[in-house]
């Protein structure tokens, strides 16, 4: 199982944690990987001073996540992650 943690701390919070776990939770729902892949919130991954939110996919952490960024990151690191190219 493939672990996404957004975090929720105030920082990334004021940068848009919660569009970026709207984003997540509709692409989940729409590729049917709801049982392959954890999300959830955690506060603070220790990069506030850089832009965008922060998010760790199974450990790595991702720092300038954007709306705008977001869904295309997630395609190419759950292809990574569950080994798989039919997901997108």
């Known amino acids: ?14 940068k848009g944690a919660y569009q970026i776990i709207e984003i997540c939770e509709k692409f989940l729902e729409e590729k049917g990987l709801r049982e392959r ?3 959830k919130g955690n506060f603070c991954l220790g990069r506030c001073t850089e ?5 760790a996919i199974d450990g790595e952490i991702l720092s300038g996540i954007t709306p705008e ?5 997630l395609r190419e690191q759950i292809k990574e ?3 798989e190219g039919k997901k997108d």
């Open 51 to 55: 832009e965008g939110v922060t998010v």
């Open 81 to 83: 992650k569950l080994g």
């Open 1 to 14: 199982m493939v672990t996404i943690s957004v975090c929720v701390g105030s920082s990334c919070h004021l």
């Open 37 to 39: 892949i954890e999300l």
């Open 69 to 73: 960024n977001w869904q295309q990151i």
